[in-house]
């Protein structure tokens, strides 16, 4: 395949001959030190340029593979079947087949040995059994008045954590910019990737994910470990907040009980179309790229296909 012409003029860079003594100490004792660096710099950034280019002409769709690993503790067996006989991969699999990616890209979900986490790492994003029955044991008994439902409770923080490892993955993958810290940018993908459904399914997704997040929140005051702080994610109340932030700033009209209602407030509000605008931009510029336009017209169709039977198994504890 070939190069890029900046990669191969590299290669006739011309540093000197070995064999002659003159040359060589001239090359041992740099007389000029930053433009001996600015020629690394060069070099170093030639190589992103021509790894990036080569990933890029081997990026292709439909790159998502899953796997259903059997769970270790007992009572997870459940969460298996139903994820399994419903289809939950197969259909977050079709969610993100439009991503153009250089190599697969794992979905599991697995047992952890007690821990409640979710991660990417070599290719593989792993979601962990606990993670999911504490996302079924925090869900309301009944629906919420504001027209969310309990399983919307339960499929959207799935949802969420799905797209929150994918934003890892594709920043990974396709050595995607990230200004700030990861973990908000991963956050924000989450949120853009989802509001990209219907905007009824963009609604309930964005809500029921916020919902697990609130949990968090028991008043208006609330006492953190310092420790807290140093975290690489944002607090839970913050990381809700993001999210009704980005969602309310892409239709005012669609999210306005949540600013009515307090759940976000007021002065937050009036800077969240800017925020959604940055974020819109950022997305369209470094992520719209690497989707297949085609695949992705199909995704919310693939959605409403499956999600209404997913909700009428989890309508009920």
Known sequence: MKKPVFCLALATVDCGSASDPQTAS?????????????????????????????????????????????????????????MKQGRALETLQKLLSPLLLPYPLALKVAGCDGVKNAWYNDEVITVCYELLADF??????????????????????V???????????VFHMLQIPVLGREEDAADQFSAFITLRLSK????????????????HMPGPQVTVPIQAFSDEHSLPA??????????????????????????LPKERAE???????????AMTKLISPH?????????????????????????RP
């Open 291 to 315: 989707i297949d336009k085609r695949l992705a017209r199909k995704v919310n169709e693939v959605w409403v296909q499956t999600v209404s039977t997913r909700r009428a198994r989890l309508a």
């Open 238 to 263: 913050q990381r809700a907040y993001i999210i009704l932030c980005i969602a309310y700033g892409s239709d005012k009209k669609l999210f306005s009980d949540i600013v009515e209602k307090d759940f």
């Open 159 to 169: 949802l969420d954590t799905f797209l929150h490892e994918t934003g890892h993955a």
């Open 200 to 215: 009824d399914e963009a609604r309930r997704m964005i809500l029921g994910s916020a919902y697990q997040y609130q949990l």
């Open 271 to 281: 800077s969240c179309e800017g925020e959604y605008e940055d974020l819109a931009f």
């Open 136 to 157: 079924l044991k925090n869900a309301p008994k009944q629906d919420l008045p504001i027209g969310i439902s309990r399983a919307d409770t339960i499929l959207g923080p």
């Open 26 to 82: 001239r090359r041992a004792v740099p007389r000029r030190p930053a433009a001996f660096v600015a020629l690394l710099t060069a070099i170093l950034l030639a190589m992103i340029d021509c790894t990036s280019a080569d990933a890029a002409s081997k990026s292709k769709a439909n790159q998502i593979r899953y796997e259903y690993a059997p769970p270790k503790n007992p009572e997870h067996q459940a969460i298996h079947d139903q």
